[in-house]
Structure formats: C-alpha cells, structure tokens
C-alpha cells in the first residue's frame, strides 16, 4: 500500500543512518515541503574550527529529498549546488526549508534555504528526476 506524501521523509529518515548522524529531526512536511533541523557538533567542525561546507550541505540534501518524495514516487538528485553565505559555528541550531518551486512529469526543481535563526547562511538549489516507483 502506498504510503502518504506527509508519511514519506518520515521512512526515509528512519532508513538513513547518516541523516541520524548528523542529528537531523523533521519539523514538519507536507506535499511539496519539509522543514528539518539539526545543531552543528564538535566532531563536524573543519581545521578553522567552523563547521564543514558538507555538514549544511547534507542538511540542505536531506531536506531536499525528503521534499521531493513527498508527491509519492521516489524521486532522486540529479544536480544540486549551495552557496555558503555565512560560516558556522559549533553550538549553531540550523533549519532548512525545502520548497518544490516546480514540478512535472519527471522533473522537480527545489530551492532549499538553510537558516540560523532568521539568518539566511546558505542557499541550495536542486533537480530530481521523479521515477514511477511508488513509495511502499
């Protein structure tokens, strides 16, 4: 039986063991968006003792997916790029907001904008292809 849009990024959480590393919690989802947070640790900081482009980058990817699942098929990444726009501290609380800006059949196109508090301090981009498999 196929499972709900609003039930999908939970599954897929469940299943992602590096998402759950990084300590990232859904806050809230609906068809088309998903809203995720986590907070920067010691252990994802780089030699300058700020936190690893990867580490937002990865927060913003999963919000992303997790958006792009929510119409039902699983749908996978074929491009995404990010802009750094602030560094990132250990200790930093982050949400990431994926928005669905368009869809069809194949196709969805995300923007993802990653926050510290109001502060925008990174802009993700990114294209799934959308398969006809369904999510069970």
């Known amino acids: 039986m196929p499972l709900t849009g609003e039930q999908i990024p939970y599954k897929m959480l469940s299943q992602d063991a590096y998402s759950q590393w990084l300590g990232i ?6 068809i088309g968006r ?9 252990d994802m900081l780089n030699s300058m003792n700020k936190a690893h482009g990867g580490i937002s980058y990865s927060l913003a990817d999963t919000a992303f997916g997790f958006a792009a699942n ?10 995404t790029s990010i802009n750094h726009i602030e560094a990132l501290d250990e200790g930093d609380y982050l949400v990431a907001e994926s928005v669905i800006e368009k ?7 995300n923007i993802i904008e990653v926050k510290r508090g109001d502060e925008l301090v990174a802009l993700f981009k990114g ?3 959308r398969t006809q498999k369904d999510w069970e």
């Open 25 to 30: 919690e859904i806050l809230e989802c609906e």
């Open 34 to 42: 998903c809203r995720v947070a986590m907070t920067i640790r010691k």
């Open 70 to 79: 929510t119409h039902g098929k699983y749908a996978v990444s074929i491009e």
């Open 103 to 109: 869809v069809n059949n194949k196709l969805g196109f």
């Open 127 to 129: 294209v799934v292809y």
